[in-house]
Protein backbone atom coordinates (compact mmCIF):
# COMPACT_ATOMS: atom_id res chain seq x y z
CA UNK A 1 0.00 0.00 0.00
CA UNK A 2 0.90 3.65 -0.59
CA UNK A 3 1.50 5.77 2.53
CA UNK A 4 0.48 9.08 2.66
CA UNK A 5 1.56 12.03 4.39
CA UNK A 6 -0.47 14.40 6.00
CA UNK A 7 0.36 17.65 6.64
CA UNK A 8 -0.99 19.03 10.06
CA UNK A 9 -2.30 22.53 9.78
CA UNK A 10 0.33 24.88 13.25
CA UNK A 11 -0.81 28.00 14.34
CA UNK A 12 1.32 30.50 16.60
CA UNK A 13 -0.97 32.74 19.34
CA UNK A 14 -1.31 33.60 22.72
CA UNK A 15 -1.86 32.31 26.04
CA UNK A 16 -4.95 34.01 27.69
CA UNK A 17 -6.26 31.46 29.84
CA UNK A 18 -4.61 28.62 31.73
CA UNK A 19 -7.36 27.72 34.80
CA UNK A 20 -8.31 24.47 33.24
CA UNK A 21 -6.62 21.20 34.12
CA UNK A 22 -4.29 20.53 31.31
CA UNK A 23 -5.63 23.32 29.24
CA UNK A 24 -4.91 26.73 28.21
CA UNK A 25 -6.69 29.09 26.20
CA UNK A 26 -4.63 30.31 23.26
CA UNK A 27 -6.27 33.75 20.74
CA UNK A 28 -4.62 33.66 17.37
CA UNK A 29 -4.62 36.34 15.01
CA UNK A 30 -4.20 36.91 11.85
CA UNK A 31 -4.86 39.51 8.78
CA UNK A 32 -7.42 39.39 6.21
CA UNK A 33 -8.03 41.55 3.36
CA UNK A 34 -11.62 42.76 3.08
CA UNK A 35 -13.23 41.96 0.51
CA UNK A 36 -14.70 44.87 -0.92
CA UNK A 37 -12.90 47.96 1.00
CA UNK A 38 -9.39 45.99 0.24
CA UNK A 39 -8.86 47.11 4.13
CA UNK A 40 -6.78 44.54 6.19
CA UNK A 41 -8.89 43.85 9.29
CA UNK A 42 -7.11 41.73 12.32
CA UNK A 43 -9.29 38.59 12.85
CA UNK A 44 -9.01 36.52 16.13
CA UNK A 45 -10.18 33.15 17.18
CA UNK A 46 -9.76 32.04 20.76
CA UNK A 47 -9.16 27.84 20.41
CA UNK A 48 -8.74 25.12 23.28
CA UNK A 49 -5.31 24.00 23.31
CA UNK A 50 -4.25 20.30 25.46
CA UNK A 51 -1.26 21.24 27.10
CA UNK A 52 0.20 17.97 28.95
CA UNK A 53 2.60 19.42 31.14
CA UNK A 54 1.17 22.58 32.14
CA UNK A 55 4.24 24.64 31.78
CA UNK A 56 1.99 27.29 29.60
CA UNK A 57 1.16 30.61 31.63
CA UNK A 58 -1.08 33.81 30.29
CA UNK A 59 1.33 35.87 28.12
CA UNK A 60 3.52 32.91 26.68
CA UNK A 61 3.35 32.79 22.59
CA UNK A 62 2.94 29.13 21.83
CA UNK A 63 2.95 27.22 18.34
CA UNK A 64 -0.24 24.70 18.58
CA UNK A 65 -0.37 21.68 16.07
CA UNK A 66 -4.24 20.00 15.17
CA UNK A 67 -4.64 16.49 16.21
CA UNK A 68 -7.82 14.51 16.86
CA UNK A 69 -10.25 15.25 19.09
CA UNK A 70 -9.47 15.02 22.71
CA UNK A 71 -12.42 16.79 24.43
CA UNK A 72 -16.03 18.39 22.89
CA UNK A 73 -13.56 21.26 22.15
CA UNK A 74 -10.55 20.05 22.00
CA UNK A 75 -8.52 19.62 18.90
CA UNK A 76 -5.29 20.95 19.71
CA UNK A 77 -1.89 20.95 21.48
CA UNK A 78 0.77 22.52 22.41
CA UNK A 79 3.89 21.63 20.19
CA UNK A 80 6.25 24.13 21.66
CA UNK A 81 6.67 27.29 23.74
CA UNK A 82 8.06 29.84 21.55
CA UNK A 83 8.54 32.90 23.80
CA UNK A 84 7.89 32.92 27.88
CA UNK A 85 5.63 36.09 29.40
CA UNK A 86 8.07 39.05 30.63
CA UNK A 87 6.90 38.21 33.46
CA UNK A 88 8.45 35.04 33.49
CA UNK A 89 11.55 36.06 32.28
CA UNK A 90 11.70 39.40 34.45
CA UNK A 91 11.54 36.57 37.60
CA UNK A 92 14.11 34.95 36.16
CA UNK A 93 16.29 38.26 35.44
CA UNK A 94 15.71 38.45 39.58
CA UNK A 95 16.90 35.19 40.46
CA UNK A 96 20.11 35.19 38.58
CA UNK A 97 20.78 38.43 40.05
CA UNK A 98 20.63 36.97 43.65
Known amino acids: MKEVQVRKTT ?4 VVGDKMKK ?5 VE ?8 RKFIK ?6 VHDEYEKCKVGD ?16 RVLEIVELSRRDTEEES ?5
Do not use: D
Open 61 to 76: VVKIVETRPLSKWKRW
Open 43 to 48: RKKRFL
Open 23 to 27: TVTVL
Open 30 to 37: WPERHPLY
Open 94 to 98: KEKAE
Open 11 to 14: KVGL
